[in-house]
């Protein structure tokens, strides 16, 4: 028998279906209410809102649970050598690829690699300290200008195309614009190097000196991209989608996730980890003090790297990261004093009732800086960095909503509580 909810306005009683997830989550279809009622539902945030059906991602907040298309995260982290690009395919089409068809993903990303030379010729007159998310997103945007074939949102045939070159070429994107911070010449991708190797080499080789990539510095990169690889409806997500939604290119659409991203309360707070890490570093405040300020109900500031919209028990990418953490950093030779105060923070929180009764635990921002850090990425490249791991994830709800054929334009209403009618009082007649 299907399962319905009763919702009883006044005298009016109806009934409303409920949805059932395939790992036992349950919803209750609204989608009608506006129709039967006149009302509409009030959800600021959305917070109680499921916006689509999607068969990509699935998160247990309560259990700290994140599975790819039904794999558990830590089994892709787990593997000797971990592979984004097997999970950015994954993702993207829905099944582990075979031999072939990941041999042939990886040609199209080698084949797309290369920016075009009227993108790179604009962004020589930016400034130097432009910020990176900035220009990523603005050369999102600008590979639309060049790749006008790309354009048609119902071409499958192109699909895997466009694909192939933003995930390529938005790796050209964030090396050239960290070359460019430092004034260092522009160092074009390696066809014969994987996807993480030819990253570390546009970002840090030079014109006459090839960087060297320690496997154990690669396979880090791996896993850091593998974890930020997809999460569901997120905000940056979610924005995807809203763009996606009106039949948007997948460039354009891209290109407004890294604006969201951008923000300090979602993809931005692992520049703010590091900051708060270095500052308490640098004896601008001690742990404790800090704790103590993000307690402060009238002080602003949060301990960042802390807290989750889904996850009330621990975010499964904060474990793996912490024990990468422990144990690239000794694998490279490098101590960084910030991982043992982040260490002390995390301790502290966790045995602090405000952040036990709240659920607060480290997210995936509290470890992932200090893993880029040591791999020689510089701060205002982090949130580049998260990114570039998003983008499979991106491609794939994009996709799945434009193949859905019951997908329509997202367009949220509101309760409006604004000025009742009044009348339009010349300039002359306005009181001061
Ligand atoms: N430090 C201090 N207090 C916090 C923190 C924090 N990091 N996070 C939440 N709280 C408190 C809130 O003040 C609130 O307290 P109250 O109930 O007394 O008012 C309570 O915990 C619930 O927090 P909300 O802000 O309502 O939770 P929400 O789900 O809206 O926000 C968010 C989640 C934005 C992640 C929040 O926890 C936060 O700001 N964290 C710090 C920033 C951060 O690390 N962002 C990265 C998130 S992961 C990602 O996007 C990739």
Known sequence: MKESAILQIGDQRIELPVIHGSEGGKSIDISGLLAKTGLTSYDPALANTAICKSAITYIDGDKGILRYRGIAVEEFTAQPTPNFVEVAWLLIFGHLPTFSEL???RDQLTTHELLHE???????????DAPPMA??????NHLACV???YLNVDDPESFLEVTASIISQVRTIAAFSFRRSKGLPHMYPDPRLRYCANF????????YQQYE???????ALNLLFILHADHEQNCSTSTVRTVGSAKANLFSSCAAGVSALWGPLHGGANVKVVEMLERIYEGGMTPQQCINNAKDKDNPFRLFGFGHRVYRNFDPRAKVLREACDRVLPNIDRQDPLLDIARELESLALNDDYFVERNLYP?????????????GIPTNMFTVCFAIGRLPGWIAQWKEQNEDPGSRIIRPRQVYVGNTQTGYVPITNREV
């Open 103 to 105: 041999d042939h993903f």
């Open 363 to 375: 997210n995936v921002d509290f470890y992932s800086g200090i893993l880029l850090r040591a791999i």
């Open 213 to 219: 990539i320690r496997p154990e510095v690669e396979d």
């Open 200 to 207: 570390l080499h546009m970002m840090f080789s030079s014109p």
């Open 135 to 140: 220009i990523l997103s603005a050369a999102l």
């Open 118 to 128: 009227d993108v790179r010729d604009v962004y020589q007159h930016i400034p130097a």
């Open 147 to 149: 790749h006008k074939n």
